[in-house]
């Protein structure tokens, strides 16, 4: 079975500075994606990012970008210029490919608090 | 982009009663959806899987006759919690696949409060 593992249960950063979520999973599949969700107080789902683990490039949106470690299984998410609306609860998640699947498998989160 | 719309928002009920919660999605053909349940602070656990027009299969105990879950159209997708106990309290989410597009969108989830 996929585990998605989130260290961090909770992480602060000031805001317009530089904040790195840490991530790791266990697969033994070769097919699979991995996502970076927040969730603010709203509690809506929200895609930051997307990694399909065929691509060595590291995925980039804007301010957010990953650092992907496909040998050691890690993928963190870097806040650059971090803002305050990017307060929120932030989970790493995992897909097996194909398409006949596409349910997520979820770390635990990490809640991430913006000072002015 | 698409959308998936997910109702009620919010529910209180009392113990003993059942709850319907509903997820439609509103422009896009959902051949799939999933439905996950979170506590406070807590991640989402899948619950079950939900292709239209057959049985949901359902994650390793998670209770099939307590939550029900019908996907009788390419847009809607029903879990409904019966015989409600306080337990059951969560917030329920909702997402959907489909449109031929590897991408899953969330409902706005579903507080349960059971009295």
């Known amino acids: 079975a996929q585990t998605v593992t989130q260290s961090q249960p909770e992480m602060s950063v000031q805001e317009a500075e530089t904040v790195t979520l840490s991530c790791t999973y266990d697969?033994?599949?070769?097919?699979?994606?991995l996502f970076w969700y927040k969730q603010p107080p709203s509690r809506q789902m929200i895609l930051v990012i997307r990694?399909?683990?065929?691509?060595?490039q590291n995925a980039t949106e804007n301010r957010f970008s990953v650092n992907f470690q496909k040998a050691a299984k890690s993928f963190s998410l870097k806040i650059s210029d971090s803002q305050l609306g990017d307060a929120a609860m932030y989970f790493c998640?995992?897909?097996?490919?194909?398409?006949?699947?596409?349910?997520?498998?979820f770390g635990q989160g990490t809640i991430l608090t913006v000072h002015p | 982009g698409a959308v998936v719309s997910q109702h009620p928002s919010w529910v209180i009920c009392k113990s003993g009663t059942s709850v319907k919660i509903e997820c439609r999605s509103l422009?896009?053909?959902?051949?799939?959806m999933f439905w996950y349940r979170q506590f406070p602070k807590q991640s989402l656990m899948l619950m079950a899987t939900?292709?239209?027009?057959?049985?949901?299969?359902?994650e390793q105990g998670v209770e099939k006759d307590k939550f029900l879950i019908n996907h009788a159209s390419l847009t809607l997708s029903t879990l409904t919690v019966t015989s409600a106990h306080p337990e059951d309290s969560s917030f329920y989410i909702c997402?959907?696949?489909?449109?031929?597009?590897?991408?899953?969108?969330f409902g706005s989830g579903t507080q349960l409060s059971v009295l």
């Open positions: 997402s959907a696949r489909g449109g031929g597009d590897e991408k899953l969108f």
């Open positions: 697969t033994s599949e070769s097919d699979y994606y």
């Open positions: 990694q399909e683990a065929y691509k060595q």
């Open positions: 998640a995992y897909r097996r490919g194909g398409t006949s699947y596409g349910k997520l498998t």
């Open positions: 422009d896009f053909q959902a051949t799939t």
């Open positions: 939900s292709n239209e027009g057959s049985k949901a299969t359902y």
